[in-house]
């Protein structure tokens, strides 16, 4: 008998797409530094000529990016994003935040100032519900429901499931200066989001699942012992944190910590733009109702030196090292 997998969800799609390093920094360095060749990501970003080579080529075939060709013989390309990839800023943004928070001498954050463009000043972004106009929200603010019978990022081809070079927790420019980090370092959000597992965790917490089985069932394709791995990193990391189920048995679960909670804007804009750009891959996968306005989240990032709506990602660099 043929099984035929159910189509994969825009979340899962979307979780696929930046549940990796590479690819978020990619991303990362067109938007906020513009159109780039080859060579110069490759130096950007110290990564080797293939990896980039297949990263570019996976983005482009996801839609985020396109290859223009600005010299014929032989053949030359530049690299820009397309209207999808552009819209990731406010989940960039969301990671600028994090890293401010939690990882401020981490050497893997983006660096510089978030800017708000309209009013000229220098803003620590809100985040709120567009649809009804309050700020400050978290997580538990709203509410999720998962459908659970489709898994997260279940039957993509198995090209996409590359592993990425930073799992393990390491942070810094250690791509390419190579050294080892300190144990302790501070790990940036982008690190966080390593690999495809470690993300869909993360977002599988933050959409209010605790327990080994129900994260393993999320993602049935991947190995029991990658799932315990990646969750005892993310434990590692501050993200969650191992307590006992209140079932009254002596099983554990894993409950997100004060920094995990704060990951919350960044998926909440990575879901709204899975679903507007992947939706064509079947069901959404999730719905995250704002509580307070019973509509569904639309998330915004609101200026708080002006109360206008951030629609950029502005920023001011830092001073040059003297
Ligand atoms: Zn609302
Ligand atoms: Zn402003």
Redesign the pocket.
Known sequence: MKVTAPAPTSLGHGLLVMGDLWNLLIVRTLLTEGPARFGDLRTRLGISDPVLTRRLRDLAADGLLEAHEYHASPPRHEYRLTPSGEELWPALAALHAWDRRWAPGSALRLRGALT?A????R?DPVFGCGACGAIGLSARDTTASVDRSVPFASTNPRRRYHRSASVGGRDGTAPHNGSAPAPDAPVAGAAVLADRTSTSLLAAALLGHRRFGDFQALLHDTAPHTVTTRLTLLTDQGILDRTPLRDGGRRHGYRLTPKGHDFFPTFAFLIAWAARWFHQDGRPGVHITHRACGADLLPRWT??????E?TTLTLTPPPEPT
């Open positions: 708000h309209a009013c000229g000043n803003t200026c708080n030196a002006c109360n206008g951030l």
